[in-house]
């Protein structure tokens, strides 16, 4: 491969994304959400649209912001595939510092209640 395709080839189109569903088997749903100013108001508007992206690994799920980039047609609706996972809610929230909270919860209503 010749210098200029592989510059081309690594300027693909990116998205970032949100996971909707991991369910299938090395495939994800990512919802992508853009922002732009209308054409006639100026407002900004949110549009949303779904993409299939491949997951060789499974390692993405629910929730998981991802990037994905557009490759070659891998099936009838996949079109992208998983580049990497940004920010997980799993590793997000901490099990310990949960527990800690819902302790300092419950002894807060036994006081209140006596």
Do not use: C
């Amino acid at each position: 491969m010749s210098d200029t395709q592989t510059q081309t080839r690594n300027r693909r189109r990116l998205l970032q994304g949100v996971v909707t569903s991991d369910k299938m088997d090395k495939s994800i749903t990512v919802l992508v959400e853009r922002r732009f100013a209308h054409p006639k108001y100026g407002k900004f508007v949110r549009s949303h649209k779904k993409y299939h992206a491949h997951d060789e690994l499974n390692e993405a799920h629910v929730g998981d912001t991802v990037e994905v980039a557009a490759t070659r047609p891998l099936s009838k609706t996949k079109r992208w595939r998983l580049v990497r996972i940004l920010e997980s809610p799993a590793l997000r929230t901490d099990p310990t510092a949960a527990e800690t909270g819902a302790e300092s919860m419950t002894s807060e209503v036994e006081g209140g209640d006596a």
